[in-house]
């Protein structure tokens, strides 16, 4: 019962869209948190807290590559070239360039960022050729969506010919752009370990569900427990002489890739409330939601900001804060996840964004 919770016939793995779910709310809320703290309330007794939890919502960006690296791996096996191109790009993109152009054009008028207000700087963005020429990410969150897309591209790419027994040129060209990516961006290594899971359990997930069902989940929680902690200490800093000189990202990395991998044993409780609908419903409009919330989030902070100016009682403030942003949220990632999207996607490939039923 629980394998047909976990896995649709489509071979989708429904823990891990749901994960991808908690992943984009990690993030949210944690910038959420650490907005509060930084413009409303950089005095208050909570603040070192807040700025902790804000630590543990970001590393929801090194979750989603993780998530990344299992998925896109599979669908490189799957798809041919124009299956994956067209999906891939419908999928992303036409989220990506609304909240990009959305960005520029604020900035243009508000001059808050003067550096990124050029043509040249939104060519590179678009083009997703930031990374290399040096350019800032225009729209928040959207450097590791570039990430994600040269990611993409690598993976198809080094794949793709070995498996058609041609163009094995292309193969050699994707593998050095990995070494480039791996020594230049060390945070490469999350997608590499979601890789690396899918090869894993490709031969010897028969062997995991072996293990007793109350040692595989007692090994599960005690993983989560620590990826909770360190992700809890410190907002990393993923260059290759900090990694040297810090075993506890290493411990991080084993213990998140620990956990990942325990949601493929047949008794997982975690695996199976990650199914539940709700997170269902997150993972689906997951994507939205991350690049969306920054919007929504600063109408908010700016409101609250006002009031606090104004002279209102600071615990209504943080109230109409917490009730605002919400608000402004639920309702701008689903008009863009269904006018956007949904419908771009729909458009595209001529089939509904795969939403998981339970």
Not at 95 to 108: A, G, K, S
Not at 148 to 177: C, D, N, Q
């Amino acid at each position: 019962m629980l394998q047909s919770i976990l896995n649709s016939k489509s071979g989708f793995n429904n823990s891990l869209h749901g994960f991808r779910g908690i992943a984009a709310l990690m993030v949210y809320l944690g910038h959420s948190v650490n907005g509060y703290r930084e413009h409303l309330c950089s005095g208050c007794s909570a603040a070192p807290v807040m700025e902790q939890f804000y630590f543990l919502g970001a590393y929801g960006v090194e979750v989603f590559f993780f998530l990344s690296g299992y998925v896109i791996f599979s669908a490189s096996l799957k798809v041919d070239s124009k299956n994956f191109i067209t999906h891939r790009f419908w999928r992303i993109y036409p989220v990506f360039l609304l909240f990009t152009i959305l960005f520029f054009v604020l900035n243009h008028f508000l001059q808050k960022w003067p550096e990124k207000d050029s043509l040249m700087a939104l060519l590179a963005n678009i083009t997703f050729i930031d990374r290399f020429v040096d350019t800032k990410p225009l729209s928040p969150n959207a450097w590791s969506i570039t990430f994600e897309v040269w990611y993409y591209i690598m993976t198809f790419t080094l794949l793709r010919p070995l498996i058609v027994r041609k163009h094995y040129i292309l193969s050699f060209l994707a593998l050095g752009l990995w070494c480039y990516f791996i020594v230049k961006f060390p945070i490469t290594l999350y997608y590499i370990l979601g890789v690396l899971i899918n090869i894993g359990l490709r031969k010897y997930q028969s062997r995991l569900s072996y293990m007793p069902d109350f040692a595989a989940n007692i090994i599960q929680w005690l993983a989560l427990g620590l990826v909770i902690w360190l992700a809890f200490v410190d907002d990393y800093t993923y260059k290759w002489h900090v990694l040297v000189e810090s075993p506890e990202i290493w411990l991080l990395m084993l213990a998140l890739t620990t956990f990942m991998a325990f949601l493929f044993h047949p008794a997982s409780i975690i695996a199976r409330w990650l199914c539940a609908a709700p997170l269902m419903s997150l993972g689906t409009v997951s994507y939205t939601l991350y690049l969306a919330h920054p919007y929504s989030y600063l109408v908010a902070r700016m409101l609250s900001q006002k009031l606090v100016e104004a002279g209102m009682d600071f615990s209504l403030v943080t109230v109409i804060y917490i009730v605002t942003n919400i608000l402004l949220t639920v309702t701008l990632v689903a008009a863009v996840h269904n006018c956007v999207e949904k419908a771009c996607y729909k458009k595209g490939t001529g089939k509904d964004i795969y939403t998981p039923s339970v």
